[in-house]
């Protein structure tokens, strides 16, 4: 078992990565639906929650079912990192994550998300006034370094956790790599061995097959592993490992009509939380991503994408399901 905070989790628990304009409501749930045990929420700008900026509000909904989940949130400045922390805390989440990671220039710019990584003393002074203003768990989720040459994990590492964090999810590339290149997990093992670290230290980068999460988990000892890009149109990816890690064999892949499930029920969701209109909108780049790799798929995709009628995609996803019930 796995613990941060007073929160439990499964020995060699999976983590949904938080990702802008992805990791929403609708999305969660099908993760949760198929074997994450940890998510978060889209990261929150601190500013924006302060300011009461309706984009950073919306990303506060969570909901029962997907516990344990923490929100994310971002931003350069003590006192509106300490503010926010409080906001955070009215919608009571398990925890709250701090975002010291996010590679975007946009972000970067304003001495946030990964540009912290930069300036070690002004990153533990944030994470100290998130911790101060909450009595919720803080977990932060950062990468190696600004670049190769300033490669600072093993520092930061012990001294968040000195100063108070619960859990560490690192990202096994440099600001200056993006998403570029391989990951590397080496620098992630290292935090791990460290005997001084005491808190459970989380990889991430790169995982996106059953045989890679059980490979790393071997070969680099983390406590458990985060998952981002590889579930984007594929969330049976958390049970897929965790079938894998306990039997040594593969679960069958989803089916055409377990695809167009997954699709209806995103859709449905999305309506539900934000309104037919712009559920409709926004489950449109998912479409893509379920049905990838399908033969001949182009023209009912391209209905799907065009569609603005909620009955008629319906209809359509429904004609998906009837297609031969065949495993991909």
Known sequence: ?????????????????????????????????????????????????I????????????????????????????EAMAMSAKIVETVQPDLVDINFGCPVKKVVCKGAGAGVLKDI???VRLTKA?????????????????DHDSINIHEVAERLQEVGIKA????????????????????????????????????????????KAVEYKNKYGVDGVMIGRAAIGNPWIFNQIKHYRETGEHLALPTLAERAEAAKNHL????????????????????????????HFKPIRQRLVTSENLQELYEILDEVHEIQNQEI
Not at 27 to 37: P, V
Not at 52 to 78: C, H, T, V
Not at 130 to 146: M, N
Not at 280 to 293: A, C, D, Q, S, V
Request: glycine letters at 8%.
């Open 130 to 146: 998130v911790i101060d203003s909450t009595h919720l768990p803080v977990t932060v989720k950062t990468r190696l370094g600004w």
């Open 268 to 295: 449905t969701w999305a309506c539900d939380w934000k309104g037919e209109r712009t559920g409709i909108l926004e489950t449109r780049p998912h479409y893509t991503n379920y049905f990838k790799g399908i033969p």
């Open 168 to 211: 560490l999810a690192i990202h096994g590339r440099t600001r200056a790599q993006m998403y570029k290149g391989e990951a590397d997990w080496t620098e992630i093992a290292k935090v791990k061995a460290n005997p001084n670290i005491e808190i459970p230290i989380f990889g991430n980068g790169d995982i996106d097959s059953p045989e």
């Open 1 to 49: 078992m796995v613990k941060i905070g007073n929160i439990s989790l499964p020995d060699f628990p999976l983590l949904l990565a938080p990702m802008e304009d992805v990791s929403d409501p609708p999305f969660r749930r099908l993760c949760k639906m198929h074997g994450a045990d940890l998510m978060y929420s889209e990261f929150i700008s601190s500013e924006g929650l």
């Open 121 to 123: 003393d002004l990153m």
């Open 51 to 78: 300011r009461d900026a309706i984009k950073s509000r919306m990303k506060l909904d969570i909901f029962d079912y997907e516990r344990p989940i923490g929100i994310q949130i971002f931003g350069g400045d003590e």
